[in-house]
């Protein structure tokens, strides 16, 4: 078992900033692959991003790429979500997900993941 929980979110203009963290208790972190999903209103929760257990393997929404980094700090129990260059069609509530030996051959579906966090909001003006 794994406890997300996700901060960071808030209110930015157009070409900010922002990183999200979620933070994970609970044992063996260094076993979860640990995505990042977002759910506009009225659309369905998609994929942003993912890192791998290992660490190795991260993979991004064509959305996203270029403009969104993802890291895994194993010793804090933390993931990150770096995001650059915000456009308001990213407004969305973020969430965190963890699925434990999850590799790089899984097409990282919101049904991939058993735990999630609260989420947090992001939103951004243009």
């Known amino acids: 078992q794994v406890h997300l929980v996700e901060s960071g979110g808030g209110l930015v203009q157009a070409g900010e900033s922002l990183r999200l963290s979620c933070a994970a208790s609970g044992r063996s972190f260094s076993k979860y692959t640990m995505g990042w999903f977002r759910q506009a209103p009225g659309k369905e929760r998609e994929f942003v991003a993912v890192i791998t257990w290992s660490g190795v393997a991260t993979r991004f929404a064509d959305s996203v790429k270029g403009r969104f980094t993802i890291s895994k700090d194993n010793a804090k129990n933390t993931v990150y979500l770096q995001m650059n260059s915000l456009q308001p069609e990213d407004t969305a509530v973020y969430y965190c997900?963890?699925?434990?030996?999850?590799?790089?051959?899984?097409?990282?579906?919101?049904?991939?993941?058993?735990?999630w966090g609260q989420g947090t909001q992001v939103t951004v003006s243009s």
């Open positions: 997900a963890a699925e434990s030996w999850l590799g790089d051959n899984s097409l990282f579906e919101p049904r991939d993941f058993r735990f």
